[in-house]
């Protein structure tokens, strides 16, 4: 019996050395995952403070344009051509401003759904090491199992007595 408590010993420690590589992945997979989130995060921030100071001053150009209109009703032909153009540098400025937005976020989404894929690829392999790592501890117990009962069967077979034998020998009286 005591190879059983052996072989049980051996084989709590490999599960237990299963689970702490398991665990190292995992804690690997956090951390990565982490610093992801902290970079999108630092990342959407700085875009914040380029867009808002723009925004803010596409606003303050819009209103000295309609107090420039009000104040000179009397020349209006000719400071419309200015309007003109200034609202088309506005509104140029906003279109940048929106397809860098709208590229940021394509950005933003594809890295998103890339550590994503990375993180159940690492999930997966994870799963597909405890399976191998099952089938390789499993399969040997079962074999190494067999052996010690064959083995304990022949020796309880040689170590009985012999049954006795009911023929007679040839002795007469």
Known sequence: MPNTELILIVLV????????VMLIIAAALFFAVKKGMKAAGEYATELREKVVPAID???????????????????LVAAATNV???????KAEIDKLSQSTEEITDRVRRQAARV?????????????????????????????????????AVIETLRAPAPPRNGYRGSRS
């Open 13 to 20: 420690a490999v599960i237990a050395g299963a689970l702490i």
């Open 84 to 90: 003109v153009d200034v609202t088309a540098t506005a």
């Open 116 to 152: 994503e894929g990375m993180t159940t690829e690492a999930l997966n392999g994870v799963d597909r090491v405890g399976h191998v790592l099952n089938q390789v501890v499993t399969v040997p117990v079962r074999q190494v199992s067999g052996v010690m009962a064959a083995a304990k």
């Open 57 to 75: 001053q596409s606003k303050e150009v819009l209103q000295s344009t309609k107090q420039l209109i009000h104040n000179l009703e009397p020349k």
